[in-house]
Each structure stands twice: as structure tokens, then as C-alpha cells.
């Protein structure tokens, strides 16, 4: 992975430039996120396949509750240090998220075909990847969609806890649609934003490189997971 002392190469204090060093991190955040997902598939096929499991949570729903509740809080608590907080305890709390969001995921196992699942997952990987480089080769500045992009976010939160209650077909279509609608877009804000932060980090040396890389990956970790299991709702063949 990333290196500090990557920055200086070849003789004397040659650096890298700008470009170069967007370029080092850049596939540093996307071989963490490809870590991230691996580490959740691996967990959620694991976690499938273990019937006393499903049993122990056919009675207890809070194995699932727990997680969710866990993950939130590792979100939250890793933006809120981001700067004070040393790279091995980001990368630890980068591989118990995936391996919780994993546990969690494992359901679709059970609700979807596999040929299903599989066909989204491409499908997903497919879109994301184009979104990443509309954000990272755009000359449109996105700062300004953050705002949007975080109002739609609660309101489909708002949306989804309300249609806990309702099981609503209907409003879990267009939930799914504006769900897959909004990560669209956010994968490509997150992109260029991430984009951004290495260029400003690289001027100004303000945070290590290999955090910065990790957070970019849980972002776009984040983007690819929620774009995926949106897709799967509209995709998805059930069993």
C-alpha cells in the first residue's frame, strides 16, 4: 500500500508531481475498497451458509440490529478523528466495518439467485466505475451538489424507515429507482472530492497519505454497497 517516503524518488529531493501523486493514492483507495468488498462477500457467503445461525436469529432479531447500530458508529467515530487517529487503528476499524456490513448483507444469499446477485454485482461494478471516471476527469466542480446529495440522502433514509412500517411495493420501487439514482451521482462526487483532497493534502501536507487513501475507500466503499443493494431490489430474481 501507499508509502510516505514514495513521495520522494529516483536522486536527490526529485518529487513526485501533482498528478503523479493523485495518480500513487488514488490506486491506494481503490485497492483498499477492493479489500473492503472481498472481506464483506467472504463474510456475508460464510454467514449464509451456516444454518444455525439463521435459526439463533429467526428468534433473535437484535444479530442484526447490532451490527447496523456498530457500523453507524464506526462511520461516525472515524470522521469525527479522522485527523488524530493513527493509520493501523483506521485500516482495523476499515476491515470490522466490511466484515459487519458482510454479516448484515448475507441475507440476500438467502433472498436472491445467484445468478442474480451475480448479474447486479457486474451491473454495479459497471455503472460505479463509470461514475468514478465522469468524477475524477470532469471539469463540472460538484462541491456545490454536496448539499442536494445530503438532503436526498435523509430523505430516502426517511423514506426506508417509513416503509419498514408501511411494506409498501410501490413506494419500495421508487425508493430503490432514487436510491440508485443518488449513488450514481454521489459515487461521482465522491470521486472528484477525493480527487480534490490529495491534490489540497499535497500542498499543504496536513494529513498522512495512507489515511487519506483509507477514507476515500470507505466513501466509495460506501457508494458501491448502497448502489448495489439498490440495484439488487429492482434487478434481483428472488428465490
Given at each position: 500500500m501507499y508509502n510516505p517516503d514514495d513521495y520522494t524518488r529516483g536522486m536527490g529531493e526529485q518529487t513526485l508531481t501533482l498528478e503523479g501523486a493523485v495518480s500513487q493514492v488514488l490506486r491506494n483507495v481503490y485497492g483498499w475498497m477492493a479489500v473492503g468488498l472481498a472481506i464483506t462477500a467472504v463474510v456475508a457467503?460464510?454467514?449464509?451458509?451456516?444454518?444455525?445461525?439463521?435459526?439463533?436469529?429467526?428468534?433473535?432479531?437484535?444479530?442484526?440490529?447490532?451490527?447496523?447500530?456498530?457500523?453507524?458508529?464506526i462511520v461516525i467515530y472515524a470522521s469525527a478523528r479522522l485527523q488524530s487517529m493513527s493509520f493501523t487503528t483506521m485500516a482495523v476499524l476499515m476491515a470490522v466495518y466490511s466484515a459487519l456490513n458482510g454479516l448484515t448483507m448475507s441475507v440476500i444469499f438467502l433472498a436472491y439467485t445467484m445468478q442474480s446477485i451475480a448479474a447486479t454485482f457486474f451491473t454495479c461494478a459497471a455503472t460505479f466505475g463509470a461514475m468514478c471516471f465522469v468524477g475524477h476527469t470532469t471539469k463540472t466542480n460538484m462541491n456545490s451538489w454536496g448539499k442536494y446529495f445530503l438532503m436526498a440522502l435523509i430523505g430516502l433514509i426517511i423514506a426506508s424507515v417509513v416503509n419498514y412500517f408501511m411494506q409498501?411495493?410501490?413506494?419500495?420501487?421508487f425508493i430503490s429507482y432514487a436510491g440508485v439514482l443518488l449513488f450514481v451521482g454521489l459515487t461521482a462526487y465522491d470521486a472528484q472530492k477525493i480527487k480534490e483532497m490529495v491534490a489540497q493534502n499535497y500542498q499543504y501536507g496536513s494529513m498522512d497519505m495512507r489515511k487519506l487513501a483509507l477514507w476515500g475507500s470507505l466513501s466509495l466503499y460506501l457508494d458501491f454497497i448502497n448502489l448495489f443493494l439498490h440495484l439488487l431490489r429492482i434487478m434481483g430474481e428472488r428465490k
Open positions: 457467503m460464510a454467514v449464509a451458509s451456516m444454518p444455525a445461525f439463521w435459526m439463533f436469529a429467526a428468534e433473535h432479531q437484535f444479530v442484526f440490529w447490532v451490527p447496523m447500530i456498530a457500523e453507524i458508529g409498501s411495493e410501490g413506494l419500495a420501487l
